[in-house]
C-alpha cells in the first residue's frame, strides 16, 4: 500500500473515489460538480489529502482534512472531514493508515488536534476511531444552519 498527498496530478482518482463516497452517504451524483469542487479545494490549499493505492496505481481510499483553528485552545486544528475505503479493501488497514496520514499532518503543521465527526449509525466508524484513540465529545453539540 502507498499514500500519496495529492495534488491536481491525481485529481481523477480522487474524483473517483469521492464519487463514491458520496454515493455511500447517498448523496445525488454530480460528478463534474465533484471534480470542479475537489479541484478548487486543491488549487485554494483549502484542504490536505491523501490517497491510498493498492499495487502503487489502484486508488482504494482517501482522507480529506480541512486546516482550520480553536479559539479555546489557541491553536490550529486539523479536521478529518472526510474518509473513504473501497468496500473491497476494508478491513485491511488502509483506514488506520490513512487518519495515520491525518495526525502526522496535524503534527507537523502543529496543529493541537485532530477533530472528526461521523454519522450516529456508522458504528464501524467509531469502534476505529476509539480504537485508535479519539475521544467522543460529551461537552458539547454540534449544530448546523442551512443557508442554501
Same mark, same amino acid.
Given at each position: 500500500m502507498e499514500f500519496k498527498c495529492a495534488s491536481i496530478t491525481?485529481?481523477?482518482?480522487? !474524483?473517483?473515489?469521492f464519487g463514491? +463516497?458520496?454515493?455511500? +452517504? =447517498?448523496?445525488p451524483l454530480n460528478p463534474k460538480g465533484f471534480r470542479e469542487y475537489l479541484i478548487?479545494?486543491? $488549487? $485554494?490549499?483549502d !484542504?490536505? &489529502? +491523501?490517497? !491510498? +493505492?493498492?499495487n502503487?496505481? =489502484?486508488p482504494v481510499g482517501f482522507i480529506l482534512n480541512y486546516h482550520s483553528f480553536s479559539s479555546l485552545s489557541l491553536g490550529k486544528v486539523? &479536521?478529518?472531514n472526510d474518509l473513504f475505503v473501497v468496500p473491497n479493501c476494508r478491513g485491511k488497514g488502509v483506514a488506520s493508515a490513512?487518519?495515520?496520514?491525518s495526525v502526522s499532518l496535524a503534527k507537523s503543521t502543529g496543529a493541537v488536534c485532530v477533530e472528526l465527526g461521523t454519522a450516529k449509525d456508522n458504528r464501524l466508524a467509531q469502534a476505529l476511531y476509539e480504537k485508535i484513540g479519539f475521544v467522543k465529545d460529551t461537552k458539547y453539540y454540534s449544530y448546523s444552519l442551512s443557508v442554501k
Open positions: 491525481e485529481i481523477d482518482d480522487l !474524483a473517483f473515489l463514491q +463516497y458520496m454515493e455511500f +452517504y =447517498k448523496q478548487e479545494r486543491l $488549487n $485554494n490549499q !484542504a490536505t &489529502v +491523501y490517497i !491510498a +493505492y493498492e502503487e496505481d =489502484k486539523i &479536521v478529518l490513512l487518519i495515520d496520514c
